[in-house]
């Protein structure tokens, strides 16, 4: 496609729901990234994947948040047992490559926002 | 740990002003800094990249400067207009072996009245 796609856009869950939310980079891109952003704050870094591998994911707030890449393409970011402090918007980005200059600009996509009620 | 501060977190101007919006970094241990546009309900817009070897980039109405030893940077925005408002987020990288991850600010929410 032409940009980084997510979905769902809007996802409502009751506390302890799971959720699976879906990214799709931009084709050919090597480096996937995943932030959390709550209400009036810049986003966050949750983890990184370079291909199919998961490289850094100190950011992820508990063990109930893993992301997976399994092709090296589409990732998914799931929750388990969703919690209120899980509510707010996730940004997915990708990049050409992990290198330097222009090639490791982030686009991101348009995001998903979770509410937990 | 790196920790990105944007001073104003919101500004209102009428149009036609030329604006300077401020961003600081703890950390000067860069590789570049980037500024973006987020506008309601979307994803971020990459609006300037600025290497860490680089003093600024220009775009258009927007030039951007990057004081590395200071920790700071800036973002002009030359004649605002009214499209102009969004909020504005500065990040930094800090390259390593597990990617160039990016550590942003709270934002500035910049709004451009008529």
């Known amino acids: 496609g032409a940009g980084v796609s997510q979905s769902p856009r809007y996802k409502v869950a009751k506390r302890g729901q799971d959720v699976a939310l879906r990214c799709d980079p931009i084709?050919?891109?090597?480096?996937l990234f995943w932030y959390q952003q709550a209400l009036g704050q810049g986003p966050e870094f949750l983890t990184y994947f370079q291909n199919e591998a998961q490289l850094d994911k100190s950011g992820l707030p508990s063990d109930r948040f893993f992301a997976e890449r399994p092709e090296g393409s589409v990732s998914t970011l799931k929750i388990q047992r969703t919690q209120q402090e899980d509510s707010a918007v996730y940004l997915c980005?990708?990049?050409?490559?992990?290198?330097?200059?222009?090639?490791?600009?982030?686009?991101f996509g348009a995001g998903t926002r979770l509410s937990v009620l | 740990k790196q920790e990105v501060t944007q001073i104003p977190a919101a500004l209102s101007v009428p149009e036609g002003e030329n604006l300077v919006l401020n961003c600081s970094f703890t950390d000067s241990a860069i590789y570049n800094l980037q500024w973006f546009r987020q506008d309601p309900g979307k994803g971020l817009t990459s609006l300037l990249l600025?290497?860490?070897?680089?003093r600024e980039q220009t775009s258009g109405r927007l030039n951007a400067s990057l004081d590395k030893s200071s920790g700071r940077s800036t973002l002009y925005i030359a004649a605002s207009q009214p499209g102009d408002s969004a909020t504005y987020l500065c990040?930094?990288?800090?390259?390593?072996?597990?990617?160039?991850?990016?550590?942003f600010g709270g934002g500035t929410r910049l709004m451009v009245k008529p």
């Open positions: 600025i290497q860490s070897s680089q």
């Open positions: 084709s050919g891109h090597v480096s």
């Open positions: 990040a930094v990288s800090k390259w390593d072996n597990a990617g160039n991850m990016l550590t």
């Open positions: 980005a990708s990049s050409l490559a992990p290198g330097g200059g222009a090639k490791n600009i982030q686009y």
